[in-house]
Protein backbone atom coordinates (compact mmCIF):
# COMPACT_ATOMS: atom_id res chain seq x y z
CA UNK A 1 0.00 0.00 0.00
CA UNK A 2 0.96 3.84 -0.57
CA UNK A 3 2.27 5.93 1.83
CA UNK A 4 0.09 8.94 3.15
CA UNK A 5 1.07 12.34 1.41
CA UNK A 6 2.11 15.08 3.65
CA UNK A 7 4.07 18.10 3.22
CA UNK A 8 8.02 18.34 3.90
CA UNK A 9 7.65 20.60 5.80
CA UNK A 10 5.92 23.59 7.48
CA UNK A 11 6.17 26.57 9.84
CA UNK A 12 4.99 29.22 11.36
CA UNK A 13 5.32 31.95 13.98
CA UNK A 14 5.40 31.60 17.77
CA UNK A 15 1.19 32.37 18.39
CA UNK A 16 0.06 31.77 15.38
CA UNK A 17 -1.56 28.79 14.14
CA UNK A 18 -0.48 26.12 11.14
CA UNK A 19 -2.36 23.31 9.79
CA UNK A 20 -0.56 19.87 8.41
CA UNK A 21 -2.42 17.99 5.60
CA UNK A 22 -2.11 14.23 5.29
CA UNK A 23 -4.15 13.11 1.44
CA UNK A 24 -4.87 9.60 1.08
CA UNK A 25 -7.23 7.71 -1.04
CA UNK A 26 -11.19 6.30 -0.90
CA UNK A 27 -9.49 2.92 1.08
CA UNK A 28 -7.61 4.71 3.69
CA UNK A 29 -8.73 8.38 5.17
CA UNK A 30 -11.69 8.72 3.01
CA UNK A 31 -13.07 5.33 3.86
CA UNK A 32 -12.03 5.22 7.66
CA UNK A 33 -12.65 7.88 10.48
CA UNK A 34 -9.02 5.97 12.19
CA UNK A 35 -6.59 8.73 11.18
CA UNK A 36 -3.79 9.37 13.93
CA UNK A 37 -1.75 11.90 14.56
CA UNK A 38 1.93 11.57 16.21
CA UNK A 39 4.71 14.10 17.51
CA UNK A 40 8.15 13.26 17.17
CA UNK A 41 11.40 15.06 18.84
CA UNK A 42 14.45 14.11 17.48
CA UNK A 43 15.66 11.12 19.09
CA UNK A 44 12.32 10.29 20.66
CA UNK A 45 10.31 7.93 20.13
CA UNK A 46 6.22 9.18 18.58
CA UNK A 47 3.69 10.66 20.78
CA UNK A 48 0.13 10.05 20.01
CA UNK A 49 -1.65 13.26 20.03
CA UNK A 50 -4.65 12.59 17.61
CA UNK A 51 -6.76 9.24 17.00
CA UNK A 52 -10.04 8.79 15.38
CA UNK A 53 -9.72 11.94 13.20
CA UNK A 54 -10.42 14.63 16.39
CA UNK A 55 -9.94 12.98 19.52
CA UNK A 56 -7.32 14.04 21.77
CA UNK A 57 -5.52 11.64 24.73
CA UNK A 58 -5.28 12.85 28.12
CA UNK A 59 -2.61 15.07 28.63
CA UNK A 60 -2.48 16.90 24.57
CA UNK A 61 -3.19 20.27 24.81
CA UNK A 62 -6.30 21.78 23.27
CA UNK A 63 -4.20 23.80 20.97
CA UNK A 64 -3.60 20.58 18.99
CA UNK A 65 -6.72 19.35 16.37
CA UNK A 66 -7.56 16.81 14.23
CA UNK A 67 -10.23 17.12 10.99
CA UNK A 68 -11.14 14.95 8.21
CA UNK A 69 -12.57 15.67 4.70
CA UNK A 70 -12.44 13.33 2.19
CA UNK A 71 -9.59 11.65 1.57
CA UNK A 72 -7.15 14.37 3.19
CA UNK A 73 -7.20 14.70 7.02
CA UNK A 74 -5.79 17.42 8.70
CA UNK A 75 -3.82 18.65 11.93
CA UNK A 76 -3.71 22.12 13.06
CA UNK A 77 -1.71 23.68 15.93
CA UNK A 78 -2.73 26.94 17.20
CA UNK A 79 -1.15 29.43 19.58
CA UNK A 80 2.61 27.60 18.22
CA UNK A 81 5.04 27.15 20.73
CA UNK A 82 8.91 26.33 20.53
CA UNK A 83 8.16 23.01 21.67
CA UNK A 84 5.76 22.11 19.02
CA UNK A 85 8.62 22.22 16.68
CA UNK A 86 8.73 18.28 15.72
CA UNK A 87 8.17 15.85 13.24
CA UNK A 88 4.26 15.28 12.85
CA UNK A 89 3.17 12.00 10.75
CA UNK A 90 -0.22 10.82 10.43
CA UNK A 91 -1.48 7.20 10.08
CA UNK A 92 -4.88 5.82 8.83
CA UNK A 93 -6.39 2.07 8.68
CA UNK A 94 -5.71 0.87 5.29
CA UNK A 95 -8.65 -2.21 5.60
CA UNK A 96 -7.65 -5.55 4.69
CA UNK A 97 -5.93 -5.57 8.32
CA UNK A 98 -2.99 -2.89 7.19
CA UNK A 99 -2.39 0.35 8.51
CA UNK A 100 0.04 3.37 6.44
CA UNK A 101 1.92 6.05 7.66
CA UNK A 102 2.35 9.49 6.13
CA UNK A 103 5.90 10.54 5.53
CA UNK A 104 6.15 13.13 7.94
CA UNK A 105 6.03 16.83 8.09
CA UNK A 106 8.77 18.59 9.56
CA UNK A 107 6.98 21.97 11.37
CA UNK A 108 9.48 24.74 12.42
CA UNK A 109 8.67 27.69 14.99
CA UNK A 110 9.89 30.67 13.65
CA UNK B 1 2.34 3.45 33.53
CA UNK B 2 2.67 1.06 30.38
CA UNK B 3 6.22 0.80 29.19
CA UNK B 4 7.87 -1.04 26.35
CA UNK B 5 11.90 -1.82 25.64
CA UNK B 6 12.91 -2.94 23.07
CA UNK B 7 16.12 -5.33 22.69
CA UNK B 8 18.13 -7.49 19.80
CA UNK B 9 21.38 -7.14 18.69
CA UNK B 10 22.32 -3.79 16.86
CA UNK B 11 24.41 -5.41 14.15
CA UNK B 12 23.05 -7.55 11.92
CA UNK B 13 24.92 -9.20 8.68
CA UNK B 14 23.34 -9.66 5.64
CA UNK B 15 21.33 -12.10 4.34
CA UNK B 16 20.70 -12.87 7.91
CA UNK B 17 17.31 -12.86 10.04
CA UNK B 18 16.79 -10.15 12.30
CA UNK B 19 15.87 -10.86 15.54
CA UNK B 20 14.19 -8.35 18.31
CA UNK B 21 11.72 -8.75 21.54
CA UNK B 22 9.59 -5.91 23.00
CA UNK B 23 9.29 -6.36 26.96
CA UNK B 24 6.10 -4.71 28.58
CA UNK B 25 5.64 -3.94 31.93
CA UNK B 26 2.40 -1.72 33.70
CA UNK B 27 0.27 -4.10 31.32
CA UNK B 28 -0.44 -7.80 30.60
CA UNK B 29 -0.17 -8.74 26.67
CA UNK B 30 -2.88 -11.27 27.43
CA UNK B 31 -5.54 -7.95 27.35
CA UNK B 32 -8.09 -8.61 24.33
CA UNK B 33 -8.28 -4.71 24.09
CA UNK B 34 -4.87 -4.53 22.60
CA UNK B 35 -2.57 -5.80 19.73
CA UNK B 36 1.03 -5.25 19.95
CA UNK B 37 2.70 -3.87 16.98
CA UNK B 38 6.38 -3.26 15.42
CA UNK B 39 7.06 -0.01 13.60
CA UNK B 40 10.39 0.88 11.99
CA UNK B 41 12.29 4.09 10.86
CA UNK B 42 15.40 4.53 8.83
CA UNK B 43 17.38 7.35 9.84
CA UNK B 44 15.85 10.33 8.25
CA UNK B 45 13.11 8.86 7.10
CA UNK B 46 9.25 8.14 8.10
CA UNK B 47 7.89 5.52 9.85
CA UNK B 48 6.89 2.31 8.53
CA UNK B 49 4.51 -0.66 10.30
CA UNK B 50 5.55 -4.00 9.97
CA UNK B 51 3.13 -5.61 11.66
CA UNK B 52 1.13 -6.57 15.20
CA UNK B 53 -0.24 -9.84 17.10
CA UNK B 54 -3.00 -10.31 18.81
CA UNK B 55 -3.25 -12.33 22.46
CA UNK B 56 -4.23 -15.15 20.79
CA UNK B 57 -1.49 -15.34 18.45
CA UNK B 58 -3.24 -13.97 15.01
CA UNK B 59 -0.93 -11.89 13.36
CA UNK B 60 -1.42 -9.17 10.39
CA UNK B 61 1.90 -8.17 8.35
CA UNK B 62 2.78 -4.91 6.20
CA UNK B 63 2.17 -6.91 2.81
CA UNK B 64 5.74 -5.46 1.18
CA UNK B 65 7.20 -7.15 4.15
CA UNK B 66 4.98 -10.22 4.68
CA UNK B 67 7.10 -13.24 3.37
CA UNK B 68 9.88 -12.02 5.65
CA UNK B 69 8.26 -11.27 8.75
CA UNK B 70 7.32 -13.28 11.52
CA UNK B 71 6.00 -12.32 15.10
CA UNK B 72 5.37 -14.38 18.48
CA UNK B 73 4.64 -13.61 21.72
CA UNK B 74 5.48 -15.30 24.80
CA UNK B 75 2.56 -14.35 27.62
CA UNK B 76 4.21 -16.05 30.78
CA UNK B 77 7.08 -13.50 29.79
CA UNK B 78 5.34 -10.19 28.77
CA UNK B 79 6.67 -10.24 25.77
CA UNK B 80 6.41 -10.14 21.84
CA UNK B 81 9.30 -10.81 19.24
CA UNK B 82 9.62 -9.72 15.61
CA UNK B 83 11.95 -11.85 13.24
CA UNK B 84 12.91 -10.80 9.67
CA UNK B 85 14.35 -12.75 8.14
CA UNK B 86 16.78 -12.25 4.59
CA UNK B 87 18.12 -8.72 5.54
CA UNK B 88 19.33 -5.56 3.45
CA UNK B 89 20.83 -2.71 4.21
CA UNK B 90 17.37 -1.25 3.38
CA UNK B 91 16.54 -2.50 6.55
CA UNK B 92 18.69 -0.82 8.80
CA UNK B 93 15.96 1.29 10.52
CA UNK B 94 15.27 2.29 14.44
CA UNK B 95 12.51 -0.53 15.34
CA UNK B 96 9.72 0.66 17.42
CA UNK B 97 7.62 -2.08 19.20
CA UNK B 98 4.18 -0.34 20.79
CA UNK B 99 0.72 -0.87 22.16
CA UNK B 100 -1.97 -0.08 19.61
CA UNK B 101 -5.64 -0.52 20.19
CA UNK B 102 -7.80 -2.82 18.50
CA UNK B 103 -10.31 -1.59 15.95
CA UNK B 104 -9.41 2.58 15.76
CA UNK B 105 -5.47 0.81 15.34
CA UNK B 106 -3.59 3.96 16.72
CA UNK B 107 -0.51 3.26 19.04
CA UNK B 108 -0.81 4.97 22.62
CA UNK B 109 2.24 4.03 23.96
CA UNK B 110 5.79 2.97 22.41
CA UNK B 111 9.02 1.73 23.32
CA UNK B 112 11.90 4.27 22.79
CA UNK B 113 13.58 2.25 20.00
CA UNK B 114 16.18 0.36 19.14
CA UNK B 115 18.93 1.05 16.44
CA UNK B 116 19.68 -2.29 13.74
CA UNK B 117 22.04 -1.87 11.28
CA UNK B 118 22.48 -4.48 8.60
CA UNK B 119 25.95 -4.59 7.70
CA UNK B 120 29.05 -6.92 6.95
Known amino acids: QSALTQPPSASGSRGQSVTISCTGTSSDIGDYNYVSWYQQHPGKAPKLIIY???KRPSGVPDRFSGSKSGNTASLSVSGLQAEDEADYYC??????????FGGGTELTVL | QVQLHESGPGLVKPSQTLSLTCTVS??????????WSWIRQPAGKGLEWIGRIYPTGTTNYNPSLNSRVTMSLDTSKNQFFLELSSVTAADTAVYFC????????????WGQGTLVTVSS
Open chain 2, 98 to 109: ARTIVVPYYFDF
Open chain 1, 91 to 100: SSYAGNNNVV
Open chain 2, 26 to 35: GDSISTDSYY
Open chain 1, 52 to 54: EVN
